[in-house]
């Protein structure tokens, strides 16, 4: 998918890569984009087992860590440098990158869990951000009280499997991010979301509206999804 993607866009080249942690619903493309597309750099937290085969520089990820590309900022918030000794689970070992752009700021916090977001909250690392990735797409032993309040994002992003097997996401924890008054987008019925920082604002695509198949206008088909396309009509 991410291959195909990126040469329907025109990139044959990148020059870094950031892969958050070890799972395979973060990491499992990441041999296909080294081979055919062969990024300068590779960051992430994987274990050494995993590393062999790159062939791209490796960069463990961790906080401090910041560079900035035609005018926007990227920050690495977590994991501490000195955690890379520990034993952790690989979700608490997630690469949590926070971007900011003159016209708006994302939050990449991969799948880190309770104990995560509480060492970040602690440090009082720079979390507010207006979209957000919603940490472990939605699961109960993430998106704490403390840590939604502190990133108190205007947009906040599920990325999730339609049925998913985990029943993500947790309504407590979609109920958490409505109560703040947060713009929903979920990847099982908005499709792929493409958001552009403008100095309009922040303009959101869902790929499912835009590129429409007959098959999600029938009778239960995604009730959100029919009453927007009904009033666009």
Not at 49 to 70: E, K, N, Y
Not at 91 to 113: A, F, M, T
Request: charged share 20%; proline share 6%; with cysteine.
């Amino acid at each position: 998918v991410v291959v195909p993607y990126l040469r329907g866009e025109g990139i044959g080249h990148l020059d870094g890569m950031v892969i958050s942690h070890q799972d395979n619903d973060h990491a499992g493309g990441m041999a296909s984009v080294l081979e055919q597309v062969q990024p300068n750099w590779l960051a992430s937290s994987l274990p050494e087992p995993m590393l062999q085969a790159v062939t791209a520089r490796h960069i463990p990820c961790f906080r401090g860590q910041s560079w900035t590309w035609d005018g926007v900022r990227f920050d690495m918030r977590y994991p501490a440098l000195e955690t890379y000794g520990e034993r952790a689970k690989s979700n608490n070992r997630s690469c949590v990158l926070h971007v900011q752009s003159p016209y708006g700021s994302l939050l990449l916090p991969g799948d880190i869990e309770r104990k995560a977001e509480r060492e970040l909250v602690k440090t009082d690392a720079g979390l507010a951000a207006d979209v957000l990735i919603v940490p472990h797409h939605g699961s109960k032993t993430s998106s704490t009280p403390e840590f939604i309040q502190r990133v108190n994002p205007q947009m906040t992003i599920f990325t999730v499997g339609y049925r998913n097997r985990f029943g993500h996401p947790k309504p407590m924890i979609l109920a958490r991010y409505q109560d703040i008054g947060s713009r929903i987008y979920r990847s099982d019925s908005d499709g792929a979301l493409l958001i552009n920082f403008t100095d309009a604002g922040i303009d959101v695509t869902q790929w499912r509206l835009r590129a429409r198949r007959y098959w999600q206008d029938v009778a239960g088909a995604n009730p959100r999804l029919l009453a927007e396309n009904s009033a666009a009509r």
